[in-house]
């Protein structure tokens, strides 16, 4: 259970107190508490609590709260005061080309270390929504004098479905099925979250089986979303046959997962209350069997990979990203990790019955210092799963959810992506009213341009794929 | 390099031989539910149709169930719902369609469907130019996977195209949202005809479980679309079988057939 401090704060007083709780802001949002005026609600991790600050208003100068900010000014109309740059977010004219660079002044340019491009000659690439290959869509304003990177903007919420107002007006044993589909390829991390964050509005006890099978699920969730990230920066490498090899040890995994559960991104498993699916002796014995033969091929593959330098030259000390930026920007997950900041929700917020494991971690904050604490993760999700499967006690996998009595909560999970997180205010005892979700791209993506600062153009897919960012998430 | 060489030549081939060769998934794989149009329980009906997010379910006055087959996202909560065994999981396998009311299920359609070979302004090479218009993400990773060892959509002449000036096939996924709605038509009207529009996912054939008004609720509501490939999200298998359906190269799945359906069901799960 996750421990909570609730304080009220006066109007305009938010920046304040989270300066001087010095924590991560884990989330800011607004509420409209049942016939009142609209309140701002700050989550913050300050300790071994989450603080919960509540004020009336607005204002918070704070660089994690920026995109918080606007997001909040786009849906609610809320103006947060000494906001550096109130530019719409969510509800942005879809057809912008040309990219305004920030003032000299402006906060964003206080840590620069490369000289501004100016003058003739600087132009704009609007790169995106629909880009070159198969990707999501985002948009991306680099603005460059030929190779270096003056200054890139990032433009997201094109795939904005309404996840949140989804998950509150369907049934609410429905509505896990949204939350497995805001990002898809962290259904899982989603499904947990959201979970977690019901049942503990009624003070839910998940099976132990139950947590064991989730624990199983999310960790192959996050083999398959590391080698994703593998794959496409072989790729972007051109090491065509490292694409192909380790694109075929994530062909295993999603194989190995629809036979598991029947979905191949592990949809339709993971409910609250535990889990829909039970892995019986036939199916364990499969994991085992793939997962052993497949740890071997990994680290075969790995081993070659780490050898290759064309591939090392392309991602060392490309897209740097400090601990003070990262901290400023409250990024999570790998990104954070890969900065040198220890955190893991996995072992912050405990969930599920996970077992002490070493937290993968590097100084370096370049591109490869992410793919290095990816690959250590590998190494601690198979150990992982072999602790859950041999934990295994036969039981139910799902108890009832019970009806609510808490008015709101928060679930977390770490998705591959980092800090998923989930806060659900209750309507009654089997209804919700109000749902904010934030995934951990939603916090990444707020220093994609400062990773790209002196950075040259032709390192733009490299480092965009380090970060490992979903828009989907972002978007919800 | 030499330790690359050396690990692509020392592993067997791994390649499907899929079309020549039949690749059904494995059993339990949940790809959309099936419907026994016999069923007539008033009560279960109601009960199945309550358990289904996207509205997949539905039934008319007379509590006849209607299952659509391009919303269904396979969760398989109709089929926990109802004990009169009218619903069945389908582990799926080919389910492209080329029209959106050949996927629906106890419609009054369905009799005059065959399953045919259909014609089309192509034959054999594809160039697929792929626009996300709101996806989950899920369904962009398989479109991607065709490129891997397992798939390797190459070799049957299939093509990613970066431009869409090259392109023959537009590939979309998501539900179309307002913001991608422009993009998205952008995207089509570069391209040269004759050209043909793939939905690929449950979301972008229906617009699946969201709802206006981010949404425009599915390709169709947009542009014409001319294959649907329904899937949460559809495997390479089927998107493979999409595609080759655009190129006139495969047979369209047609409706979903209790009777079929369910003896392969049983077949696999035994």
Same mark, same amino acid.
């Given at each position: 259970?996750? @421990?909570?401090?609730?304080?009220?704060?006066?109007?305009?007083?938010?920046?304040?107190?989270?300066?001087?709780?010095?924590?991560?802001?884990?989330m800011?949002?607004?509420?409209?508490?049942?016939?009142?005026?609209?309140?701002?609600?700050?989550?913050?991790?300050?300790?071994?609590?989450?603080?919960?600050?509540?004020?009336? !208003?607005? &204002?918070?100068?704070?660089?994690?709260?920026?995109?918080?900010?606007?997001?909040?000014?786009?849906?609610?109309?809320?103006?947060?005061? &000494?906001?550096?740059?109130?530019?719409?977010?969510?509800?942005?004219?879809?057809?912008?080309?040309?990219?305004?660079?920030?003032?000299?002044?402006?906060?964003?340019?206080?840590h620069?270390?490369?000289?501004r491009?100016?003058?003739?000659? !600087?132009?704009?690439i609007?790169?995106?929504?629909?880009?070159?290959?198969?990707?999501?869509?985002?948009?991306?304003?680099?603005?460059?004098?030929?190779?270096?990177?003056?200054?890139?903007?990032?433009?997201?919420?094109?795939?904005?479905? &309404?996840?949140?107002?989804?998950?509150?007006?369907?049934?609410?044993e429905?509505a896990?099925?949204?939350?497995?589909?805001?990002?898809?390829?962290?259904?899982?991390?989603?499904?947990?979250?959201?979970?977690?964050?019901?049942?503990?509005? #009624?003070?839910?006890?998940?099976?132990?089986?139950?947590?064991?099978?989730?624990?199983?699920?999310?960790?192959?969730?996050? +083999?398959?979303?590391?080698?994703?990230?593998?794959?496409?920066?072989?790729?972007?490498?051109?090491?065509?046959? #490292?694409?192909?090899?380790?694109?075929?040890?994530?062909? @295993?995994?999603?194989?190995?997962?629809?036979? %598991?559960?029947?979905?191949?991104?592990?949809?339709?498993?993971?409910?609250?209350?535990?889990?829909?699916?039970d892995?019986?002796?036939?199916?364990?014995? %499969?994991?085992?069997?793939?997962?052993?033969?497949?740890?071997?091929?990994w680290?075969?593959?790995?081993?070659?990979?780490?050898?290759?330098?064309?591939?090392?030259?392309? +991602?060392?000390s490309? &897209?740097?990203?400090?601990?003070e930026?990262?901290?400023?920007?409250?990024?999570?997950?790998?990104?954070?990790r890969?900065?040198?900041?220890? +955190?893991?929700? @996995?072992?912050?917020?405990?969930?599920?019955?996970?077992?002490?494991?070493?937290?993968?971690?590097?100084g370096?904050?370049?591109?490869?210092?992410?793919?290095?604490?990816?690959?250590?993760?590998?190494?601690?999700? %198979?150990?992982?799963?072999?602790?859950?499967?041999?934990?295994?006690?036969?039981?139910?996998?799902?108890?009832?959810?019970?009806?609510?009595?808490?008015?709101?909560?928060?679930?977390?999970?770490?998705?591959?992506?980092?800090?998923? +997180?989930?806060?659900?205010?209750?309507?009654?005892?089997?209804?919700l009213?109000?749902?904010? %979700?934030?995934?951990?791209?939603?916090?990444?993506?707020?220093?994609?341009?400062?990773?790209?600062?002196?950075?040259?153009?032709?390192?733009?897919?490299?480092?965009?794929?380090?970060?490992?960012?979903?828009?989907?998430?972002?978007?919800? | 390099?030499?330790?690359?060489?050396?690990?692509?030549?020392?592993?067997?081939?791994?390649?499907?031989?899929?079309?020549?060769?039949?690749?059904?998934?494995?059993?339990?794989?949940?790809?959309?539910?099936?419907?026994?149009?016999?069923?007539?329980?008033?009560?279960?009906?109601?009960?199945?149709?309550?358990?289904?997010?996207?509205?997949?379910?539905?039934?008319?006055?007379?509590?006849?169930?209607?299952?659509?087959?391009?919303?269904?996202?396979?969760?398989?909560?109709?089929?926990?719902?109802?004990?009169?065994?009218?619903?069945?999981?389908?582990?799926?396998?080919?389910?492209?369609?080329?029209?959106?009311?050949?996927?629906?299920?106890?419609?009054?359609?369905?009799?005059?469907?065959?399953?045919e070979?259909?014609?089309?302004?192509?034959?054999?090479?594809?160039?697929?130019?792929?626009?996300?218009?709101?996806?989950?993400?899920?369904?962009e990773q398989?479109?991607?996977?065709?490129?891997?060892?397992?798939?390797?959509?190459?070799?049957?002449?299939?093509?990613?195209?970066?431009?869409?000036?090259?392109?023959?096939?537009?590939?979309?996924?998501?539900?179309?949202t307002?913001?991608?709605?422009?993009?998205?038509?952008?995207?089509?009207?570069?391209?040269?005809?004759?050209?043909?529009?793939?939905?690929?996912?449950?979301?972008?054939?229906?617009?699946?479980?969201w709802?206006?008004?981010?949404?425009?609720?599915?390709?169709?509501?947009?542009?014409?679309?001319?294959?649907?490939i329904?899937?949460?999200?559809?495997?390479?298998?089927?998107?493979?079988?999409?595609?080759?359906?655009?190129?006139?190269?495969?047979?369209?799945?047609?409706?979903?057939?209790?009777?079929?359906?369910?003896?392969?069901?049983?077949?696999?799960?035994?």
């Open positions: 259970m996750i @421990r909570f401090e609730d304080r009220a704060v006066e109007a305009g007083a938010l920046a304040g107190e989270l300066g001087q709780l010095g924590g991560r802001l884990m800011l949002f607004a509420t409209i508490p049942a016939g009142a005026q609209p309140e701002l609600c700050a989550l913050v991790r300050a300790g071994d609590a989450v603080v919960r600050l509540r004020a009336p !208003v607005q &204002g918070a100068t704070y660089p994690a709260a920026h995109w918080f900010e606007r997001e909040i000014h786009d849906l609610f109309g809320i103006t947060p005061e &000494g906001h550096p740059r109130l530019e719409p977010l969510v509800h942005h004219p879809p057809e912008q080309r040309e990219v305004e660079l920030p003032a000299e002044d402006d906060v964003r340019l206080a620069r270390g490369a000289e491009l100016a003058g003739p000659g !600087v132009f704009v609007p790169y995106g929504p629909v880009r070159s290959g198969v990707f999501e869509s985002a948009q991306f304003l680099v603005q460059t004098g030929g190779e270096d990177v003056a200054y890139c903007a990032q433009r997201l919420f094109f795939k904005r479905r &309404g996840a949140e107002r989804r998950i509150c007006e369907v049934p609410l429905l896990v099925l949204v939350a497995e589909r805001v990002s898809g390829t962290s259904s899982v991390a989603h499904a947990l979250a959201f979970s977690h964050a019901a049942e503990s509005l #009624g003070e839910t006890e998940v099976p132990a089986r139950a947590q064991a099978i989730r624990r199983i699920l999310a960790e192959l969730e996050r +083999l398959y979303n590391h080698l994703e990230v593998t794959v496409r920066e072989c790729e972007d490498a051109s090491l065509a046959v #490292g694409q192909a090899q380790f694109a075929a040890l994530k062909e @295993r995994l999603h194989r190995l997962c629809g036979a %598991l559960v029947g979905n191949r991104y592990l949809r339709g498993a993971v409910v609250p209350g535990g889990t829909r699916i892995l019986d002796a036939a199916v364990l014995d %499969l994991l085992t069997a793939v997962m052993t033969e497949w740890e071997r091929d680290e075969r593959t790995l081993a070659v990979l780490l050898r290759t330098d064309s591939f090392l030259d392309r +991602l060392v490309a &897209g740097p990203l400090s601990e930026d990262a901290r400023d920007f409250g990024c999570v997950g790998p990104v954070a890969a900065s040198g900041i220890d +955190l893991d929700t @996995r072992r912050d917020l405990a969930y599920d019955g996970y077992p002490a494991f070493d937290v993968a971690r590097h370096d904050g370049d591109a490869m210092a992410r793919m290095e604490v990816r690959f250590q993760e590998v190494a601690a999700s %198979l150990g992982l799963i072999r602790k859950a499967v041999a934990s295994l006690t036969p039981g139910a996998t799902r108890a009832e959810l019970r009806p609510f009595t808490r008015q709101s909560a928060l679930g977390a999970a770490e998705s591959a992506r980092g800090e998923t +997180l989930y806060w659900l205010e209750a309507d009654g005892e089997r209804a009213r109000f749902c904010k %979700l934030r995934a951990a791209s939603f916090m990444n993506f707020g220093v994609f341009n400062r990773v790209f600062d002196s950075q040259v153009l032709t390192d733009f897919s490299f480092i965009e794929h380090s970060l490992g960012l979903s828009p989907a998430g972002c978007d919800a | 390099m030499i330790r690359w060489f050396v690990r692509g030549v020392t592993q067997r081939r791994l390649t499907t031989r899929y079309p020549r060769a039949e690749e059904p998934p494995p059993a339990g794989f949940r790809a959309r539910a099936l419907l026994d149009p016999s069923a007539t329980n008033p009560r279960q009906a109601s009960r199945a149709v309550q358990a289904c997010l996207p509205e997949a379910l539905t039934h008319d006055h007379q509590h006849r169930l209607q299952l659509d087959a391009a919303r269904c996202i396979g969760c398989g909560l109709c089929v926990e719902a109802v004990t009169d065994g009218a619903l069945a999981i389908d582990p799926g396998y080919e389910l492209a369609s080329r029209g959106r009311r050949r996927l629906v299920v106890g419609d009054v359609q369905e009799a005059d469907i065959a399953a070979l259909l014609g089309g302004p192509f034959r054999r090479s594809l160039h697929i130019r792929h626009v996300d218009a709101g996806s989950d993400g899920a369904v398989e479109i991607a996977a065709l490129l891997n060892p397992y798939y390797d959509m190459q070799r049957l002449g299939l093509f990613l195209t970066a431009s869409p000036r090259h392109a023959d096939v537009l590939l979309v996924t998501g539900p179309v307002e913001p991608m709605e422009g993009p998205l038509r952008r995207t089509y009207e570069a391209m040269p005809e004759p050209r043909v529009v793939v939905a690929a996912g449950t979301d972008a054939c229906s617009g699946s479980i709802t206006e008004p981010e949404v425009r609720g599915g390709v169709d509501r947009v542009l014409p679309v001319d294959v649907y329904p899937g949460d999200p559809p495997t390479p298998i089927a998107l493979l079988h999409g595609l080759l359906l655009a190129s006139g190269r495969a047979r369209d799945a047609s409706a979903p057939s209790w009777h079929a359906d369910a003896a392969r069901s049983r077949a696999g799960a035994a």
